[in-house]
């Protein structure tokens, strides 16, 4: 079992098999040259694979890909399917912004994975363009739509931004509710990479626009294991909330995070990392499994969001690490 110093169990493990992306959003890298860390800086499939193992031997139960946008890294699939084997009831997920899905949904199914994440901000194309710095929108339905043909479970994420996409909030619903996917509305993490002036929305502004169209909500008993708060309509659609601005985003933390050049990351907040890179590319797994400890025991007992401070802003490139 994996506890860090505040007893939190840790039994998910994000791991980010790239940073590069070919999106452009306002709210994570919308000044990044479009560029990639050279290929022997990152680990290979093999060498990540060969933590992921420490990690589930260890008590992890979860795996997320992300990225950047993971699937721009080639050969996904079979990466895939090196964890799906290894254990097969793994709760195994992948998070992305759909725009290569329409012809990687099937190979993803076949490989093993179980669920899928895609970020949708809007339903408006121009607005998408606006977010996203390129035409996305009409590919990222596609892929939507084949990921739900080939049956991969689908929730969708969307970070409302002030003055630009919240009067999709309700469309979004909407849209979900109709093709049977969960939407989380992820209030916006303020971090030193996103545009200059963007503002998000807290949990409350967003219920009361949801309020405008659906009154009768409820709040579903809080699932300690997941970051969002659900809410119910009358209908018994449940939507989620993620609140980093809120205490409770931390005390049930159970995620560490592992970047593609080989740092474990114990808070999306803080910059503090170590790497497993040497340990494990030796073969070292007495050594890795030591720095997993050690990173566990060092993790803060929550982020800075959470203050009352409003100009808490993360140095964290959240195109590192994922969400």
């Not at 993803?108 to 390129?134: C, F, P, V, W």
């Not at 992820?186 to 219920?207: H, P, Q, R, T």
Request: net charge neutral; hydrophobic share 35%.
């Amino acid at each position: 079992m994996l506890l860090d110093g505040f007893g939190r169990k840790h039994d998910y493990l994000r791991v980010s098999v790239t940073e590069r992306c070919n999106f452009r959003c306002q709210y994570c890298m919308p000044e990044k040259p479009f560029s990639w860390v050279p290929k022997e800086n990152l680990l290979s499939y093999e060498d990540l694979f060969k933590f992921i193992k420490i990690g589930i031997d260890e008590g992890i139960k979860k795996v997320r890909i992300t990225g950047g946008e993971p699937l721009l890294r080639d050969d996904l699939d079979y990466f895939i399917k090196l964890i799906s084997d290894y254990k097969n009831d793994i709760d195994l997920a992948l998070t992305t912004n759909g725009f290569l899905l329409p012809q990687m949904a099937q190979k993803l199914k076949d490989s093993g994975l179980k669920r899928i994440n895609i970020s949708l901000d809007t339903l408006n194309q121009e607005r998408a363009m606006k977010i996203a710095q390129k035409d996305v929108l009409p590919t990222v339905l596609d892929g939507i739509s084949k990921a739900k043909n080939v049956g991969l479970k689908i929730k969708i994420n969307c970070v409302p931004l002030k003055n630009i996409n919240d009067i999709d909030i309700i469309d979004v619903l909407d849209f979900c509710k109709e093709e049977g996917f969960t939407v989380r509305y992820i209030e916006f993490m303020e971090n030193s990479f996103a545009k200059s002036g963007a503002k998000g929305l807290k949990a409350d502004e967003i219920l009361n626009i949801i309020k405008t169209k659906y009154p009768n909500i409820k709040k579903v008993p809080r699932d300690t294991s997941s970051p969002a708060q659900y809410y119910m309509l009358e209908d018994g659609y449940e939507f989620g909330i993620i609140e980093p601005h809120k205490d409770d985003f931390c005390s049930s933390c159970n995620r560490i995070r592992l970047t593609a050049e080989g740092f474990l990351i114990p808070c999306l907040y803080f910059e503090d990392a170590m790497s497993i890179k040497d340990a494990i590319r030796a073969n070292d797994i007495e050594k890795a499994t030591q720095i997993l400890k050690k990173v566990l025991q060092n993790k803060p007992e929550k982020n800075k969001w959470s203050t009352k401070d409003d100009n808490k802003v993360s140095s964290r490139a959240f195109y590192e690490t994922g969400g």
